[in-house]
């Protein structure tokens, strides 16, 4: 049997880093996703094949059975650690511990920029192997497996990035707990500087300084916590859409500004957050945990514009669309 499954990526539109305080924050799933064939071996062992991975100064090329790392062996088994681990998730909840299993990874989802590419391919390789293991599982179970899969790897997360990817659509996150937000298309442009930054370490990061300066730190990521209820607020309202562009890209403007005071933001982000505010978007802001990856702007009228600007600016546009769909499977051969 070989079942294919696939998930989104995903953008944080606000209150990322804050909601892994126990903080609100606001995501939708977007239209890149990552496909994972999964099957089972004869050796009972994990076996991964990822073809297009890409990630600077590792080279990972795989043959049949044999996984060949063009590079030291620490630093690829770490790349590869999200999806072992979603494999053995699932393997122990199936009391399968014993099954040998092979999953080949397939990605539109740039690797480290902020576009959930972790979640994607935790959701992905636990929807493909709990079906193999004929495992029935919710979508929420399946985000709340990417979760722990996250814990595991990261140390820390607020769990936001697999649960918007196994549902799908837009929601509002707090504490593990999601509601869906009404479906609507926002004219958005994502603007990506190249470069990637680690969630972990990212996270990390944030944590240290919050740690060494909390007098300072805690008052940022409350008002992180009162920006993403504003915007809750403004979704939901019966605004006029014209007023109610204005107010997310203020709020989107003062939450990409206490980003760069947690230190998260780099030149290039915010060269590319002015380019687009200054081609006429309402409101840019990093998306995801930073150390480079994305921005978002928020631009009725001016995609074209802000999307150039964003190029002349060195960053690649990318137009994207929210996916209502969150985990798919694809196919199932029997
Ligand atoms: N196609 C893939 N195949 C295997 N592993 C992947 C793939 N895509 C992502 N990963 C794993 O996810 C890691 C990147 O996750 P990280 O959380 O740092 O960034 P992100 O998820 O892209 O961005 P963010 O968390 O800010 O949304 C990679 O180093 C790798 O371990
Ligand atoms: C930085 C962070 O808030 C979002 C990453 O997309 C981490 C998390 O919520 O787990
Ligand atoms: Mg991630």
């Known amino acids: 049997m070989r079942v294919l499954a696939s998930a989104p990526a995903k953008i944080i539109l606000f209150g990322e880093h804050s ?9 939708a799933a977007i239209n890149l996703r990552t496909y994972v064939w999964a099957e089972f071996n004869e050796k009972g062992a994990i076996k991964i094949e990822a073809k297009d991975i890409r990630v600077p100064g590792l080279t990972v090329s795989f043959s049949e059975d044999e996984i ?38 397939t990605s539109q989802i740039p690797v480290g920029a902020g576009l959930g590419s972790s979640a994607a391919v935790a959701v992905a390789t636990i929807g493909a192997v709990s079906k193999l293991l004929g495992l029935e599982l919710t979508r929420e179970e399946i985000g709340k497996l990417g979760h722990r899969v996250e814990l595991l790897v990261q140390g820390a997360s607020s769990g936001i990035d697999p649960t918007v990817s196994a549902i799908g659509g837009f ?15 926002l004219p958005i442009v994502v603007g990506y500087t190249g470069s990637s930054g680690s969630t972990k370490e990212l996270v990390a990061m944030v944590r240290k300084t919050k740690e060494e300066i909390p007098e300072i730190i805690e008052p940022i990521l409350l008002s992180m916590g009162k920006v993403v209820e504003k915007a809750r607020e403004i979704l939901l309202s019966d605004l006029d859409e014209e007023v109610r562009f204005e107010r997310l890209g203020k709020l989107m ?31 840019a802001k990093i998306t995801g945990a930073g150390g480079g990856g994305c921005m978002y702007a928020l631009a009725p009228g001016r995609q074209r514009e802000v999307a150039t600007a964003i190029t002349i600016a060195g960053g690649t546009p990318m137009i994207t669309e929210i996916s209502r769909e969150g985990l798919r499977i694809e196919e199932v051969i029997p």
């Open 19 to 27: 909601v892994v305080y126990g903080k609100p924050a606001i995501a």
């Open 171 to 185: 929601i509002h996150y707090e504490k593990g707990k999601f509601e869906h937000l009404p479906f609507m298309e």
């Open 68 to 105: 060949y790392f063009e590079s030291d062996y620490g630093k690829a088994a770490e790349v590869l650690s999200y999806v072992r681990q979603a494999i053995e998730l699932v393997r122990e909840e199936a009391d399968r511990r014993d099954r040998g299993i092979t999953v080949s990874i």
């Open 253 to 283: 403007n003062i939450n990409h500004g206490l980003l760069d005071a947690l230190g998260v933001s780099t030149k290039k982000l915010s060269e590319l957050v002015y380019a687009a505010r200054t081609a006429g978007a309402l409101g």
